[in-house]
């Protein structure tokens, strides 16, 4: 199994830069797929970005493509998600998730998952 460990969330305003990490342990980080979702108040979780194990693929939701970028450091055992051009409807708590299967939306496909990180964004 994997234990997964988020930071880097935070208040930024509107238009501003945040990046978020997820340690994650394990010696086999690369062959997990990585995926990023995050979950606003009274929301049902969404998915965000993901990530291929060696990082040669990508897929983002269509509501931050162009602004987001999902990327990952396996000899650092670390997956990262920038964030650009912030809006206040990217507010959530943001969790990273790992699975053993194809770069995939689907959370059923994600058996492990980080604590998540608040990002809150302000107009």
């Known amino acids: 199994q994997v234990q997964l460990l988020e930071s880097g969330g935070g208040l930024v305003q509107t238009g501003d830069s945040l990046r978020l990490s997820c340690v994650a342990s394990g010696r086999t980080f690369s062959s997990y797929a990585v995926g990023w979702f995050r979950q606003a108040p009274g929301k049902e979780r969404e998915f965000v970005a993901a990530?291929?194990?060696?990082?040669?693929?990508?897929y983002y939701a269509d509501s931050v493509k162009g602004r987001f970028t999902i990327s990952r450091d396996n000899a650092k055992n670390t997956g990262y998600l920038q964030m650009n051009s912030l809006k206040p409807e990217d507010t959530a708590v943001y969790f990273c998730?790992?699975?053993?299967?194809?770069?995939?939306?689907?959370?059923?496909?994600?058996?492990?998952w980080g604590q998540g990180t608040q990002v809150t964004v302000s107009s």
């Open positions: 998730a790992a699975g053993h299967y194809i770069t995939t939306s689907a959370e059923y496909a994600y058996p492990y």
């Open positions: 990530i291929s194990g060696s990082g040669g693929s990508t």
